[in-house]
């Protein structure tokens, strides 16, 4: 069964940084792709990033381009988000999502299975 924890969420003051971290278990990692989505109060999810594990490519929404880094450790099953330079528009719960095979795409839809998500709150 495949299974998503997130982590690493929590209250920063404008221009800080985060990391967030997704410990995959139950699929085999390297054929997969992986992908950070987010929700704000009053918004519809939308996607932020995703990775393509075995051949590393990667995809941005705009709004993030140039703040945000996706990576991964595949000793760990683990994909990890770095959020730098956040604003408070980026307040909102993360979510990481996965699926089989690689899939160069931020639709909700061409996702398999979610975590249950960690609040990122950016404030001063």
């Known amino acids: 069964q495949l299974q998503l924890v997130e982590s690493g969420g929590g209250l920063v003051q404008p221009g800080g940084s985060l990391r967030l971290s997704c410990v995959t278990s139950?699929?085999?990692?390297?054929?997969?792709?992986i992908a950070w989505f987010r929700q704000a109060p009053g918004k519809e999810r939308e996607g932020v990033s995703y990775i393509t594990i075995r051949i590393g490519r990667t995809g941005y929404a705009d709004s993030v381009k140039g703040r945000f880094t996706i990576s991964k450790d595949s000793a760990k099953n683990t994909v990890y988000l770095q959020l730098d330079s956040l604003k408070p528009e980026d307040t909102a719960v993360y979510y990481c999502?996965?699926?089989?095979?690689?899939?160069?795409?931020?639709?909700?839809?061409?996702?398999?299975?979610w975590g249950q998500g960690t609040q990122v709150t950016v404030s001063s």
């Open positions: 999502a996965a699926r089989r095979g690689y899939y160069f795409s931020l639709r909700e839809t061409d996702y398999e299975s």
């Open positions: 139950g699929f085999t990692f390297d054929v997969s792709t």
